[in-house]
């Protein structure tokens, strides 16, 4: 049921995982300002705030009506449970904009309790081997994650976090490059293994002179 609903009685969804790149928002912003035209919003009764709508697709076009000072949103009213709104948000927002990854996989993983990894791969554009993946991980123990002592006659292995930060440019960059060789290995690599791939090709073809890369260090 299509219909005209105060922006304030709209609530973003909590599970919504979708980020849209700063450019292409601009890019949101300036149609809807020119046009005045958008593709209505897809939101529910609000399960428990009496009289307000939670928002299920069109986070980045709410943002942007706010911002330009609209009042009113056109919206799509479905009536439908939680269970049924997860579903929509792994896949309706995965149309425009990029996923948090961390966000995502909490979402996914909540879906995978009580189906199967085939009945969701029916439902999601995500890999089945991902999610048989996500499942496993789900049902591992703190102890097969982590075990106390190593295995008997086994050499322990030393786990290292690395943590650096990038500007957003650059992390899309990042990102592609582990994506598309995640993607090459038809998803066995994981994104770590993806790293060491980068750091060792560079090693091997792009390292500049030792002289190189200690001058100016001194």
Not at 82 to 88: G, I, L, P, S, Y
């Amino acid at each position: 049921m299509l219909r005209e609903i105060d922006l304030r009685l709209l609530v973003p969804h909590p599970e919504q995982t979708n980020h849209m790149d700063p450019e292409l928002l601009v890019k949101l912003r300036r149609h809807i300002e020119q046009a005045g035209r958008y593709e209505p919003l897809t939101v529910r009764p609000h399960p428990s705030e009496k009289g307000k709508f939670q928002v299920i697709n069109g986070h980045n076009r709410l943002r942007v009506l706010r911002a330009l000072g609209h009042k009113s949103a056109n919206c799509v009213v479905w009536d439908i449970d939680d269970e049924q709104t997860r579903v929509c948000l792994a896949t309706l927002n995965q149309l425009s904009g990029d996923d948090v990854p961390e966000r995502r996989s909490l979402l996914v993983e909540t879906l995978l309790d009580g189906r199967s990894v085939e009945e969701l791969s029916a439902l999601l554009p995500d890999r089945k081997s991902y999610l048989a993946e996500l499942e496993r991980l789900t049902r591992l123990e703190l102890d097969d994650l982590v075990p106390s002592e190593p295995a008997e006659g086994s050499a322990s292995e030393v786990l290292v976090i690395l943590d650096f930060m990038l500007d957003e440019a650059a992390a899309k960059e990042v990102n592609l490059a582990l994506d598309l060789i995640v993607s090459a290995r038809d998803g066995a690599a994981t994104r770590g293994q993806a790293l060491q791939l980068l750091g060792r090709f560079y090693l091997a073809h792009c390292r500049p002179p030792v002289g190189e890369l200690t001058r100016g260090t001194s």
